[in-house]
């Protein structure tokens, strides 16, 4: 179980440019100040990811997303608010150019995630720094359900790990939103814990 040292801790990890595996609401992942470069270089290193590839952006609070995405319009705002927190990824447009670390090629576009924390991971609410979130895996490899699956290498380098056990083990369903404001498009990317038919509902209604 996650207490609310450990998320002092882990919040203490971020700040000081440190890379930490966490428990989220689908799967392990690894964490790092989205701001920080080399943090950044140090998790993609960690997991053999290509330095090109985008990542998400996660926050532990919606309150606290909402207040750091820049400029999105009515409608997108409104359907984030049906959806978050939640096991979704949702890409928008990044009208304001926020996050650049975390958008790779495409500084146009950014990655959303807000978790649905339940019983063993709630202290993780009080963590209000944004973070850089890949999943906790070397790249190409399944996802991790508990600490015990993730590559030893990627443990030992990290300079924290969180453990809450086993998780649901199902990644992010990904959402595409970046056409919703104009016309209303939007389309599932990647299957994942989140169905079609939820989303539909808050999307359609």
């Known amino acids: 179980m996650i207490t609310l040292e450990h998320a002092e ?33 140090n998790l993609y290193g960690l997991k053999g990811r290509r330095p090109d590839k985008p990542s998400a952006v996660m926050f532990f609070s919606l309150e606290l997303a909402l207040g750091a995405l820049g400029d999105q319009d009515p409608y997108t705002l409104a359907a984030l608010k049906g959806l978050l927190p939640g096991a979704i990824t949702v890409l928008l447009n990044n009208h304001d150019g926020r996050y650049p670390l975390a958008c790779g090629p495409a500084p146009d576009t950014i990655g959303l995630r807000v978790p649905a924390l339940g019983p063993e991971t709630e ?6 720094w944004p973070i ?67 989303i539909a509902s808050i999307l359609e209604p």
Do not use: H
């Open 123 to 128: 202290a993780l609410r009080n963590v209000s």
């Open 9 to 41: 801790t882990f919040e203490r990890c971020m700040t000081v440019g440190g890379v930490a595996v966490f428990p989220s609401d689908t799967v392990y992942g690894l964490a790092c100040d989205v701001g920080d470069r080399r943090a950044v270089e």
């Open 132 to 198: 850089l979130q890949s999943s906790a895996n070397l790249s190409g490899a399944p996802d991790a359900c508990s600490v015990g699956e993730i590559a030893p290498q990627i443990v030992d380098g990290c300079d924290l790990v969180l453990d809450a056990g086993t998780l649901p083990g199902t990644p992010s369903t990904v959402l595409d939103l970046r056409g919703y404001e104009a016309d209303g498009n939007w389309k599932i990317l990647r299957e994942g814990s989140v169905p079609r038919d939820f």
